[in-house]
């Protein structure tokens, strides 16, 4: 069920039941989190929800902040049907009564999604999406700039499946002229960063958690912010948790000092929390070109100049379609001007990790 620009009075009761529900959890535990280019309040009402944040949020949590750009408030919401029936216009709810009274034992049609957008606000994004299925409400109160997320099952099996963490709160809140959350991975020498873009499954975490393991400096393996600021494009990393292939992961982890997290309930992707290298990671690092990788079968490793079409659209396109954005012109726009003037280049990646290492350590040492 949609419904479309709601009123303002609507929208401002909406949003007091979501911040009364989400009191009935719990006390909160308050908390603040480092995304960069913005502070963010976390307001958690269930302790079910600290493990998931303590390990994959651990380079941002911080436990006080002078100031907060949004404040996000989280809660464990087990009964969502009636959370969906609340949501329901009165027409609406009276008729599902009536059903209930006509066929008492007819299980009622609940909506398995309820979705509020008002268009003055964005035309891409609802205010408020409830999914009953999956179990997961996502909402935006754009006038006080908080933003409340909520699951059902928030068993590390079942949670892991949505990916990391608040990403779809963090892509709204970071969401700005000079500043987004991209899908790629960072990793440089000497202040040069390489941003490693393309879709999903070409080598890129491999690449990055590799560099990690032979010093380089790190920024992210997956999501991270970029900014651009009046000296160049900078990468703040977020998230603590790389992503590897079990076949990769067996090949690192006599080096690698990892916490296993979960195998993503698909057991094509381990999660990993990789909190020991966080002396490793670098906050506000200058991204000085871009590199698509691509597995190939060669011996040798190499760096080649590329077809900075091709790193746009792979870059673009993964990052738009993670976000929910594929039809968001502006961001499609600004994503392209953040790297449109960095060099391009394209890495031939041989089944040898070590030798891949060496490629990249080589050609970014010999950047003048």
Not at 65 to 90: C, M, N, S, Y
Not at 153 to 176: C, D, T
Not at 203 to 220: C, E, N, P, Q, R
Not at 263 to 274: A, E, G, Q
Request: charged content about 25%.
């Amino acid at each position: 069920m949609r419904i479309d620009n709601p009123s303002k009075e609507q929208l401002a009761a909406c949003f007091a039941g979501l911040s009364r529900r989400a009191a009935l959890a719990g006390k909160p535990d308050v908390r603040f989190l480092d995304l960069g280019t913005r502070i963010v309040r976390l307001v958690n009402h269930s302790p079910a929800f600290t493990p998931h944040v303590d390990r994959q949020l651990a380079w941002a949590l911080k436990e006080d902040a002078p100031r907060h750009d949004a404040t996000l408030i989280v809660w464990q919401e087990k009964d969502f049907p009636a959370a969906a029936l609340g949501q329901l216009p009165p027409e609406q709810y009276r008729e599902l009564r009536l059903q209930k009274l006509v066929r008492p034992r007819k299980k009622l049609d609940i909506p398995a999604t309820v979705t509020i957008v008002d268009e003055a606000v964005s035309r891409h994004h609802p205010l408020l999406h409830l999914n009953t299925g999956s179990g997961i409400l996502t909402a935006w109160n754009p006038e006080a700039n908080t933003h409340y997320y909520s699951a059902a099952n928030l068993e590390p099996e079942e949670f892991i499946k949505q990916g990391h963490i608040f990403v779809q709160s963090f892509n709204r809140i970071l969401k700005g002229p000079e500043s987004a959350l991209v899908h790629g991975a960072v990793v440089g020498l000497g202040g040069k960063g390489a941003l490693l873009c393309g879709i999903g499954y070409r080598g890129k975490s491999t690449l990055a958690v590799s560099a990690l393991l032979d010093g380089f400096d790190y920024v992210s393996d997956d999501y991270l912010v970029l900014g651009r600021q009046a000296d160049g494009l900078r990468a703040w990393p977020i998230y603590s948790i790389v992503t590897l292939s079990p076949a990769m992961y067996w090949r690192m982890c006599d080096a690698l000092r990892a916490r296993f997290v979960s195998n993503n309930s698909r057991k094509d992707k381990y999660v990993l929390n990789i909190a020991a290298y966080h002396s490793r990671f670098a906050a506000g690092y200058p991204v000085a070109l871009c590199i698509y990788p691509r597995i190939t079968s060669c011996r040798e490793p190499g760096i080649v100049p590329g077809d900075k079409d091709i790193a746009l659209e792979e870059f673009v396109f993964s990052t738009v379609n993670q976000m929910g954005d594929a039809k968001d012109v502006a961001t499609i726009a600004k994503l392209h001007a953040f790297v449109n003037d960095l060099p391009f280049y394209r890495m031939n990646l041989s089944p040898d990790i070590d030798k891949n290492v060496r490629c990249l350590r080589e050609f970014l040492e010999g950047l003048t």
